[in-house]
């Protein structure tokens, strides 16, 4: 049950920001600072959103469209 609690918030958070990730990996990577340690966070927090948006979160959609209908009509899968 934990598990997917947990699976469950991290997909509704991917799905309702999307395009706030993909912003901000775009933005830190076009001139990252690396002047003060809280700019060092946030071109690794930029880089992190660009890897979520570009690779995971395509392919976790992906996995979820080949899932069987009957699995996404499960109430454990909602």
């Given at each position: 049950m934990r598990d997917r609690l947990f699976w469950g918030e991290a997909l509704a958070l991917m799905l309702e920001?999307?395009?706030e990730?993909?912003?901000s990996g775009f933005l830190n990577s076009q001139e990252p600072?690396?002047?003060?340690?809280?700019?060092v966070v946030a071109a690794v927090i930029g880089y992190m959103s660009l890897f979520f948006?570009?690779?995971?979160?395509?392919?976790?959609?992906?996995?979820i469209l080949r899932r069987p209908l009957e699995t996404l009509k499960n109430k454990?899968?909602?």
């Open positions: 920001a999307y395009l990730f993909l912003i600072l690396f002047t003060t340690s809280g700019e948006t570009i690779l995971v979160m395509p392919s976790v959609f992906i996995w454990n899968f909602e």
